[in-house]
């Protein structure tokens, strides 16, 4: 019977006694090593986001300046109509 099936089956604090210090020092490293694979999942998920986010607003800044852009040389159009009408 491996350690993880024992620790499934018994009672948290009957499964403690019985292993000793050094089954007690096992089952710790067991749950430390769980966490950190969870932990690093998460980071993981978290940096994918990341990166997603950044593209998208680099997109957005492209679409922004495109924009301003536009705007700029409309306004200058509508300038050049306005005095060319004034004369």
């Known amino acids: 019977m491996n350690m993880l099936s024992m620790l499934a ?15 007690v020092m096992g089952a710790m490293w067991l749950w430390e090593r769980r966490t950190s694979r969870q932990r690093e999942q998460q980071l993981d998920e978290a940096h994918g986001r990341i990166i997603s986010d950044r593209v998208q ?7 922004v300046r495109q924009n301003a852009e536009a705007l ?16």
């Open 9 to 23: 089956e018994a009672a948290p604090l009957d499964g403690l006694t019985n292993l000793g210090a050094a089954g």
């Open 57 to 63: 607003l680099e997109q957005l800044i492209a679409v």
């Open 72 to 87: 700029s040389r409309l306004t200058a159009t509508q300038e050049q109509l306005l005095s060319r009408l004034g004369r």
